[in-house]
């Protein structure tokens, strides 16, 4: 019998402010995570940070599983 399988979605909104200009602040991005599951949000001001909170979130063992 193969092993439960650890399952998450999550919904990534990302968006660049209005009047940011481009070409001087090019890594101006925000963004929002949405853990389906749960319904937890989480909302970052760089993609740095949503990147590094994706990486901890894939090496945490606690999901919900499906089903």
Do not use: K
Request: glycine share 4%; charged share 25%; no cysteine.
């Amino acid at each position: 019998m193969p092993a439960p399988v650890e399952y998450a979605s999550f919904l990534i909104r990302i968006w660049r402010e209005a009047d940011v200009d481009v070409v001087t602040s090019p890594s101006d991005w925000r963004s929002e995570v949405e853990h389906i599951q749960t319904g937890q949000r989480w909302s970052f001001d760089t993609l740095e940070d949503l990147l590094n909170f994706l990486r901890r979130q894939a090496g945490e063992a606690h999901w919900p599983r499906p089903g």
